[in-house]
């Protein structure tokens, strides 16, 4: 990872220029007021399923693109290369993560399709701008996601939990925070829950299964949005032969303001 | 067409019913409350282009639910038939209309997915509780719908114009009009277009592509919405072997209250 000087300043053109020459950092914080996505590349054979699964699921899967198949650009940022200007990218196996890389340019086909799918990082710069504290951000971490018990309702082949994202947010400021991130419905939404982890089927807030554990000030509430990362999970439950996606947190910087995602 | 002495009180259950039983009425204004779709049924080899030119235009195609193949059901009204329960359907080959009928229970195929998609009438609703008068409903005629010279973004093999639904509104109600309709983003949202038909290539209103022509009284303006009959156009220009819709304006009639498509 390399440090930057102040990130949120960074222009999506140049962040995408950073990560295509290989720096790897999450992206939590990044050209702030610019849209980021999760990505989710599948077969063609499989195209249909992840479709139908987004729509089915449309708080942890809003598609904010779907490239034609082996097209590896996107409206959301012309010029850009989903190949090569992410952070990160997770390469699936039937399933199972068969590693990290920082390019994807020698294993894409020409039968992938591309999804784009909106992130709560768009909404936490409303959060920043109405005072809201963003702890992974001041803590320099990801943040923090896990699996819950919650299933999404399965497409086709495709089934798995439902993943969510968790931010600490002062007992005084979740109203606003439900309020300001429900005015997003294309990126996640107001929360699916807030507060007792437990009813989740997460039993230490320490230990996510994505991203960095984040700690806690006194007086916060954990509050949990449904998560970009829930169709990494339903790969993982549903075993494609074959699949690329972002690493969770280092995601696609879109030319995008998150000011487009705005309901009404 | 029967005749029925207060269609707007008749129940989503009784209206199906009905129109099972062979009433084959317009539903505008049927039901008062309850969310009314379109429906394009198309075999499963066609489902993802439809799926994406849904996803690319989620103006005009709203999509509400997408059934597995050969599923006549739908959870927008558990019990219901989609086979049997629209008071008209079209069927289609090759991109041409072959027949309207009361009835596909014959024709449906295992490989048939039926998709479900948002309907203008859902916002008349709430525009009648403002007391914005509905022309096409005070005349008894079904809501007036023209091909404009927008072309949809493609998918795969789908594309073709938009359509869209017109309204005589009046001109001091025509901005209450566009904020009532703005809150339902899931059921077409605001106008695309208001005043200027031509700027649409609509040549002349009292010769509307589907549905009724509607008079305009003193002082109103022509408000145009995106319209669910999108997909038809589609199916007319892109010509799939197969494809069942409901008939323009005779649309199914959902459990869902039209409260459930607002915003926030």
């Known amino acids: ?8 300043k960074v222009s999506p053109a140049e962040a995408r220029a950073l990560f295509r020459q290989g720096a790897a950092n999450p992206t939590a914080g990044w050209s702030a007021g610019f849209t980021q996505t999760n990505l989710i590349a599948v077969p063609r054979d499989w195209a249909y399923d ?6 089915r699921n449309p708080r942890p899967c809003p598609i904010l693109d779907v490239s034609d198949p082996g097209d590896p650009t996107t409206i959301l940022a012309p010029g850009a290369d989903l190949r090569s200007d992410l952070p990160q990218y997770r390469v699936w196996e039937n399933g199972t993560l068969a590693g990290e890389v920082s390019d994807v340019s020698g294993l894409w086909r020409t ?3 591309a999804f784009s799918i909106g992130c ?16 992974h951000v001041d803590q320099g971490r990801n943040v923090a996601m896990y699996l819950t018990n919650r299933a999404c309702r399965p497409a086709g082949r495709l089934h798995g939990p439902l993943v969510v994202s968790m931010r600490q947010i002062p007992a005084d400021r979740v109203a606003e925070a439900v309020a300001i ?47 970009g990362v829930t169709p990494q999970a339903a790969l993982m439950a549903s075993r494609p032969a074959f699949a690329i996606t972002h690493a969770p ?5 879109s030319d995008k303001r998150d000011d487009e995602y705005r309901a009404g």
Chains 1, 2 share one sequence.
């Open 1 to 8: 990872m390399t440090t930057f000087e102040d990130p949120a």
């Open 50 to 55: 992840v479709l139908l699964f987004c729509q």
């Open 111 to 113: 039968d992938l399709v």
């Open 120 to 135: 709560s990082f768009t909404f936490e710069t409303a959060l920043a701008a109405a005072g809201i504290p963003l702890r």
């Open 181 to 227: 991130s429900g005015t997003m419905p294309a990126v996640h939404g107001s929360p699916v829950h807030i507060g007792a982890p437990e009813e989740l089927g997460i039993a230490d807030l320490a230990k996510p299964d994505f991203g960095d554990p984040v700690d806690a000030e006194p007086g916060d509430v954990p509050v949990f949005w449904a998560c």
């Open 249 to 253: 947190g280092y995601m696609f910087v």
